[in-house]
C-alpha cells in the first residue's frame, strides 16, 4: 500500500495507493499543500482516481474542487453534501475500486449529516468523527449528537480492535491510533450510555473555529475564498512602487491617469496630489464616462493596498488594459512622509 500523511498544523489529509497499479486517492486535502499533493502524485508517479472530502470542513478550505480538477479526478462526497461540486456522490456501504484496494464508505452523521469513514484493509480514515483522544464537535451547522452518539457505538466502534484510525485532525502531533485504545481510553467514549454521551456533547461550549464562515461558504459552495481572490487579482495586474510614483509627482508630471478609490472623506482628508476620484463602489458605473481612453495607464490607489488590486484587475477585465495599482496604499504613502493634497481634486 502506498501510504503518505500530510501534516498541517491541525489537519491531516492522506494519499492513499495500490503499489501494483499505482492508482491512489487524496482524503481530505486543504488548499495549503495543494503543490505538495502534486507533488508526490509526480514524484511516486500516481494515477488518482478519486479526490475524497470526508465532510464539509468548517475548519479548513478543501483542496478538493482544484485537485480534482487538475487530477481530472471526481471529486467523492456523501450523497447529503451540499457541495454543487462533488461530482460522484456515495452512501453507506459503497465500495470505492482503487487498483486491489477497496475502499468502504461508512455514513458516520453527527459531526455533520454528510460524515463519511472510509475503511480499508487494516485501517479507517475517521474524518472527524473520531479523533485521536477525542470526538468531532456536533455544534456546528448540521451537527446532531445523537446521531454520533449512534456512529460511533453503532458503526465505528464494531470495527476490529486492531483497527489502525486516522482522523482528519489531531493537535497534539500523533499519527494515529487504534480502535481499542480508542475504546480503552478516549474519554468522551467512557460516556457508554446515550444520554448522557449527548449531554456531555451538548456541554462542551467549544469556541468557534478561524474562518468559520469563510470555510464553509467556500466548502459548501466550491467559490473562492478572499486570499485566492486577491491571489488571482494581483497575478493579472502589475504595480508601480511608491518611489517611482513619488518622483512622478515631484516632477509634476505624473505621466497617467492617478485614480483614488477610496470613500469621498478619506480622499479629501489626504491623496496623492493630482490624483482623481473614483470610489470603488461606483468604478464599473462611471469608467466610461471618467476614464474616456482605454488605452491610458491608470494607476489605481486605496488605503491599504487590497481593494485597489481588485479595482486594477477588474479595469484590465473591462478592457483597460493598462490598469496597474500601487504597491502599499495611501496609509504606506503618508507613513513615509510623501507629499499629500487636501480637499477636492
Ligand atoms: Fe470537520
Redesign the pocket.
Known sequence: MIFEQIVDGGCQSYILGCQGTRSAVIIDPSQHHLDHYLGVVAREGLRIRYVID??????HFSASRELGKALHAPVVMHRLSPAPHADFRVVDGDILRVGELRLRALHTPG??RD?LCFATEDRVFT??TLLIGGT??TD?PTGDPEALYDSLFGTLLKLPPETLVYP??DYKGRSHSTIATEIESNPRLQMRERADFVDMMQHLNLAAPTHLTEALRTNMSGGKTVEQLLANASASISFIAMEDLAARVASGDLGMIVLDVREKDAFLAGHVPGAAHLPRGQLELRVNKDLPDPTRRILVICEFGYISTLAAATLRELGFTQAIALDGGMKGWREAGLPVAVGAA
Request: aromatic share 0%; charged share 20%; hydrophobic share 20%.
Open positions: 470526508t465532510h464539509t470542513h468548517a475548519d459531526h455533520t460524515s474524518g472527524d468531532g464537535r456546528l482528519a485532525h
